[in-house]
């Protein structure tokens, strides 16, 4: 059975830094293209950031580049999005999930960590 499981998140100040994670069972994330998204509430989910399998290159949106960073460790099975300089409307649940090369959808979905950003 595939899990994605994300855990870390919580309340941090504006300005701060937090780390999400995303650990996967049934699966192995050296073979998948890992992305991470966020909903606000009364709002459409987003697209954050992506990692790919093998070579491990990244790419982001643009309210998010250059603040987050998204990396992974195959050892752990685990991909981490690393949130730097974060502003109130970073608000909102965050998902991991996965697809296979090559995939337009992503096929497993974690469950999602709320993160807000307020004093």
């Known amino acids: 059975q595939v899990q994605l499981v994300e855990s870390g998140g919580g309340l941090v100040q504006p300005g701060g830094s937090l780390r999400v994670t995303c650990a996967a069972s049934g699966l192995s994330l050296s073979h998948y293209t890992v992305g991470w998204f966020r909903q606000a509430p009364g709002k459409e989910r987003e697209f954050v950031g992506r990692i790919s399998w093998g070579l491990g290159i990244s790419y982001y949106a643009d309210s998010v580049k250059g603040r987050f960073t998204v990396s992974k460790d195959n050892a752990k099975n685990t991909v981490y999005l690393q949130m730097d300089s974060l502003k109130p409307e970073d608000t909102a649940v965050y998902y991991c999930?996965?697809?296979?090369?090559?995939?337009?959808?992503?096929?497993?979905w974690g469950q999602g960590t709320q993160v807000t950003v307020s004093f």
């Open positions: 999930a996965a697809r296979t090369i090559g995939a337009g959808d992503y096929a497993y």
